[in-house]
């Protein structure tokens, strides 16, 4: 090998990046001590970005594709090194890979409870968890803001500030949904979707957003879920007392069809004992249930008249004593009503006696 032979190794030609990490966000390139020769390929691939700095300045970006590195496409870069005439002499700058694809494996989880305000239930406290996916959109405000010089950057090292972060808007988005408790499960696709937009336009100042959102699961506390069970039990079996005596018919069935056995005697008396009581439990009345109001009015009775040889009527007490007060019913009008034998003059009911209390009678014949 040469002396040139020799000095061409220490300059890199090909600068690419083959990512198999999966959690990679921004890779350096290795440059070592090695220059790079102008004319250099540069490889860019499809989910990629690469971006030059000098002397922790940012410079050019190169999107995906093959390039070959010249002052024609390095006019940043070509500024800061001061070629005003051309270069093409080996020049040293960092080359940073970021990647753009999504990436999907970030988990989130609230640690403690979230506390909201419910119709329903009232203070309820909620644990949610879920997934979503990160995009790098502005690959200068990433190397800016969060990686620096970090020469591999990866998911893990931002994953805690952003599980604080949603967590930190979790409460105010199920809160802004006005989405009773028991509704969440309906909706929780709309609040991911709302989550992720607030989420990606906060994030914007550090070149990432959050394509994706997902929640997956929204619970209550243990013992709030027992008692939900147990209300959704007692809605399923509907007439507790109907449902008591099917299982105590069950176990008098049981209890005939478990015959013999050295225990057979002691057995039949606990029996006996128990169909008794099973037998008291079904024929025991079932109490009504409480009334949800007071009782409805008693019913009136309806009363009938004959007024002009026609039937008229039926009237409530109150509308027969307009009638009587009117002059349409008199004392000797026949009236009748259910439980009567027959229709009967007004005056001589008992019941109707204090309608024509302040009626006076028909004046006696003019001689």
């Given at each position: 090998?040469g002396?040139?032979?020799?000095?061409?190794?220490?300059?890199?030609?090909?600068?690419?990046w083959?990512?198999?990490?999966?959690?990679t966000?921004?890779?350096?390139f290795?440059?070592?001590q090695?220059?790079?020769?102008?004319?250099?390929?540069?490889?860019?691939?499809?989910?990629q970005?690469?971006?030059?700095?000098?002397?922790?300045?940012?410079a050019?970006?190169?999107?995906?594709?093959?390039?070959?590195?010249?002052?024609?496409n390095?006019?940043?870069?070509?500024?800061?090194?001061?070629?005003?005439?051309?270069?093409?002499?080996?020049?040293?700058?960092?080359v940073?890979?970021?990647?753009?694809?999504?990436?999907?494996?970030f988990?989130?989880?609230?640690?403690?409870?979230?506390?909201?305000?419910?119709?329903?239930?009232?203070?309820?406290?909620?644990?949610?968890?879920?997934?979503?996916?990160?995009?790098v959109?502005?690959?200068?405000?990433?190397?800016?803001?969060?990686?620096?010089?970090?020469?591999?950057?990866?998911?893990?090292?931002?994953?805690?500030?952003l599980?604080?972060?949603?967590?930190?808007?979790?409460?105010?988005?199920?809160?802004?949904?006005?989405?009773?408790?028991?509704?969440?499960?309906?909706?929780?696709l709309?609040i991911?979707?709302?989550?992720?937009?607030?989420?990606?336009e906060?994030?914007?100042?550090?070149?990432?957003?959050?394509?994706?959102?997902?929640?997956?699961?929204?619970?209550?506390?243990?013992?709030?879920?027992?008692?939900?069970?147990?209300?959704?039990?007692?809605?399923?079996?509907?007439?507790?007392?109907?449902?008591?005596?099917?299982?105590?018919?069950?176990?008098?069935?049981?209890?005939?069809?478990?015959?013999?056995g050295?225990?057979?005697?002691?057995?039949?008396?606990?029996?006996?004992?128990?169909?008794?009581?099973?037998?008291?439990?079904?024929n025991?009345?079932s109490?009504?249930?409480?009334?949800?109001?007071?009782?409805?009015?008693?019913?009136?009775?309806?009363?009938?008249?004959?007024?002009?040889?026609?039937?008229?009527?039926?009237?409530?007490?109150?509308?027969?004593?307009?009638q009587?007060?009117?002059?349409?019913?008199g004392?000797t009008t026949?009236?009748?009503?259910?439980?009567?034998?027959?229709?009967?003059?007004?005056?001589?009911?008992?019941?109707?006696?204090?309608?024509?209390?302040?009626?006076?009678?028909?004046?006696?014949?003019?001689?």
């Amino acid at each position: 090998m040469g002396l040139w032979d020799k000095v061409r190794g220490e300059f890199i030609d090909i600068i690419e990046w083959l990512d198999d990490s999966r959690d990679t966000i921004v890779w350096r390139f290795p440059r070592y001590q090695n220059e790079i020769k102008m004319g250099a390929k540069l490889v860019v691939r499809e989910s990629q970005t690469a971006v030059f700095v000098n002397e922790g300045q940012v410079a050019d970006v190169f999107t995906p594709g093959t390039h070959t590195l010249q002052t024609q496409n390095l006019p940043i870069l070509s500024t800061l090194k001061g070629w005003k005439y051309g270069f093409d002499s080996p020049w040293k700058a960092e080359v940073y890979f970021v990647n753009t694809r999504q990436f999907t494996d970030f988990k989130w989880g609230t640690q403690n409870p979230v506390m909201m305000r419910d119709a329903e239930f009232g203070m309820v406290r909620l644990r949610a968890f879920g997934a979503y996916s990160l995009r790098v959109v502005d690959p200068e405000k990433l190397l800016r803001e969060l990686v620096g010089t970090d020469p591999q950057f990866r998911t893990e090292e931002v994953q805690e500030f952003l599980r604080q972060l949603i967590v930190g808007h979790l409460g105010s988005a199920l809160a802004a949904a006005q989405v009773p408790v028991l509704d969440l499960a309906a909706q929780q696709l709309v609040i991911g979707q709302k989550l992720a937009g607030v989420l990606s336009e906060e994030l914007s100042g550090y070149g990432v957003q959050i394509p994706k959102f997902i929640i997956e699961n929204i619970s209550l506390p243990p013992e709030v879920e027992e008692a939900l069970d147990k209300r959704t039990s007692m809605g399923v079996l509907g007439n507790l007392d109907q449902y008591t005596k099917f299982q105590a018919a069950n176990a008098m069935e049981d209890a005939a069809n478990n015959q013999g056995g050295a225990g057979e005697g002691f057995g039949l008396g606990l029996g006996m004992a128990a169909g008794q009581r099973m037998a008291a439990a079904i024929n025991q009345p079932s109490a009504a249930p409480p009334p949800a109001g007071p009782p409805p009015l008693p019913q009136q009775d309806q009363w009938f008249a004959g007024v002009n040889g026609t039937q008229a009527g039926p009237f409530d007490l109150n509308a027969l004593a307009a009638q009587v007060r009117s002059g349409a019913i008199g004392r000797t009008t026949l009236v009748w009503k259910n439980g009567m034998a027959a229709w009967t003059p007004a005056e001589q009911v008992a019941e109707l006696g204090s309608l024509f209390a302040a009626v006076p009678p028909p004046l006696p014949p003019q001689g």
